[in-house]
Every structure is written in C-alpha cells, then in structure tokens.
C-alpha cells in the first residue's frame, strides 16, 4: 500500500511590521514668568530747550510670555528726573504771582513712580539670544516735586522755589514708551538685557504739567521660572 505522501509543515513567514519612529514631544525650555531688577541712566527734558546730566534710575520687573515671541512685562521704577524748562512750558494757573514775574527759566527736580504695561515682541530668536521691540503706556506718581526760578524785582535778582509736593499728582497713563534691546541666555534660567528706550509724553505732569520727554538705556538681569 502505498504510503501517504507527507509534507513537512513550513513555517508561517513573519510579518513585517513597520515601525514608525514618534518623536517626543519637544521640552518646553523658556520659562513663562520672569522676575527682573533694572537699572538706567536717564536724562530728561521738556521740549528738547536743554538735557541735563544723567541720573540712576531702578526697578523691578514682572514679565510674562504669551508664546515663543509675545511677552506682556510690567513693574515699578523709581525714576529721578532733573531739567530746565521755559516759563512758558508750564500751567500757571495754580500760581497766579508767577504770571507778573518777571523770569524766563523754571528748573524742577522729580522723583516718580513709574509704573509701565508693556507689550514685547521677539524678532529675531536664535538659541541663547533675542533681538526685540517694546511698546506701552506708563503711569506716574509723583512722589516728590521741586521747582524754583530766578526772577528780577526791583532790580534785583530773587529765588522764588515752590515747597517740596509729596504724592499731590498722579498721571495714569500719561506716557509712551517706545524700546528696542537684547537678551542674552545663561542657562534655562537667567538672562541678561539691554534695552534703550524712550518715554514721550502724552499729556502734561506734575504741578505745572510739562511734557516731559525721557530716555536712557535699561541694563538688567532677570530670573525665569
């Protein structure tokens, strides 16, 4: 009888499964908040008739990022401002005496509180560095005012000065401001900037309401988390 023929089970080939390589979800490596102390000299004037010396001014920042580009930052800065303005650049009204002098100069030395709300956008962006501008609105407090000028009666010369105003004017977003800087990386953490800026003036302040024009160059660093 002939015997069945039998044939050797083959093995069932082995599907190919493709692997499809998923790359992780990219780290987040920019903070969201920051934390910053600034200082700059600023110099201040009104109309542009004179620039005095520069003087420090300091402060702290809050800043917060929207999205890899849009930060909204504000804070407080305590800001010394110093200038000779023309009698004319200045509202009498409150000193009626000032109208019959006889006086062509009014030196004022301010220090204000000056609280920014900027809006900030990173142009360039590259790994440890960003080039940005910024612009906003800032509003003063006046926390002390002195005035004082020179004028002739009676054919002499004599100092007329106006008594120390303590927190008697606020000015809310009475000011422009206008930068542009660069932040430099060291680590996730901290950074550094530079930022030159412009404050221009959108309505009058302090006693006399002058418009008062400032600029300098912030230098800061700054703690992300």
Avoid at 159 to 169: C, K, T
Wanted: glycine share 8%; aromatic share 14%.
């Amino acid at each position: 009888m002939p015997l069945a023929s039998s044939t050797s089970a083959l093995p069932t080939p082995l599907a190919l499964v493709a692997t499809v390589e998923t790359k992780p979800a990219a780290v987040e490596t920019e903070p969201r908040f920051f934390i910053g102390l600034v200082g700059a000299p600023d110099v201040s004037t009104v109309k542009f008739v004179g620039v005095e010396k520069p003087l420090l001014n300091l402060g702290l920042t809050l800043e917060y990022r929207f999205t890899n580009r849009l930060r909204v930052s504000t804070g407080l800065l305590r800001a010394n401002k110093e200038y000779y303005a023309r009698r004319e650049d200045y509202d009498w009204t409150n000193y009626p005496r000032a109208q019959t002098r006889s006086f062509s100069w009014v030196e004022g030395k301010c220090t204000v509180l000056d609280v920014p709300l900027n809006l900030r956008y990173d142009a360039v962006v590259r790994n440890n560095a960003r080039w940005f501008g910024s612009a906003g609105l800032s509003s003063f407090f006046m926390h002390r005012e002195n005035y004082s000028y020179d004028y002739l009666e009676g054919g002499d010369y004599k100092l007329w000065e106006l008594p120390g105003l303590v927190n008697a004017n606020q000015h809310l977003f009475s000011v422009l401001n206008l930068s542009a800087g660069y932040e430099r990386s060291l680590g996730r953490h901290w950074r550094l900037q530079a930022e030159p800026y412009f404050k221009l003036p959108l309505g009058g302040v302090g006693a006399g309401k002058v418009k008062l024009t400032s600029a300098g160059v912030f230098l800061g660093v700054k703690y992300g988390f």
